[in-house]
């Protein structure tokens, strides 16, 4: 079997003009929806993410606003800053790039965020409105990952997924997105016993868990979708010494001789994250100033 491969970027692509001509749409009303992203410290990780955030705001027509500051920014600070952005009527989201410096708890900034403005889908309120099926913000990664899964296969209901990876930023809510199209999921983790075999169950496979090529292709059941969320950066001994690739959570090539469709890494689910997170800035837009 030869799988279908899952092309997040040219989906990514389509997204974002799509955004792009809602956002030219309100303009003539007069609203530019603004996305503010905060950074604290210098990982050079979070840099380049929130670079390409900023640039790919400004590319679909919205306002973007970076604030960059020390590492050695106290919480204090930091939820002073968020207090303003609330309070700001040019801002529609907000997003304060994860991993926050040790002096910083991360939940009280995440909790610190209007509800209304929080299209990181991250804060309780949110995260409950999943839950419980009540329309609210949607974690971008899983997301994203949802809309690829819907490119190949529309119609979920029945099917068995598992989720390998418990986070609040990805396992969790994803598998709550796929219990919402009537999935029945199981949600694995470092402690489940014979993950291979738990595997082996998946009509959908989505990995999260930042284990270079730990998904074997023996573990994937022939037919499924898989979705790996991975990006893990590895020696690269083909080619050279000393440089290195970027691969995924699942062992592609392996994988994608059973699968029927998966994602590639990169340019699978990757590119997906930031133009869910536009989208989820234009519809905060939209009910704040609709
Ligand atoms: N760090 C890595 N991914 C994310 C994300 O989606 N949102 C935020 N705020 N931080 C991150």
Redesign the pocket.
Known sequence: MSATIIDGKAYATGLRARIAEAVSGLSHRGVVPGLA?VLVGEDP??QI?VRNKARQTMEVGMSSFEHVLPATTSEAELLALVAKLNADPAVDGI?????LPKQIDAQKVIEAIDPAKDV?G?HPINAGKLMTGVPGFI???PLGCLLLIQSIRRDLAGLDAVVIGRSN?VGKPMAQLLVGQSCTVTVAHSRTKDLPEVCRRADILVAAVGRPEMVRGDWVKPGAIVIDVGINRVLNPDAGEGKTKVVGDVAYAEAAAVASAITPVPGGVGPM?IAC?LRNTLEAACHRRG
């Open positions: 992203v990780a979070s993410y997003l304060v790039q994860l991993p990181d991250f974690s971008c990664t930023i994250t997170l």
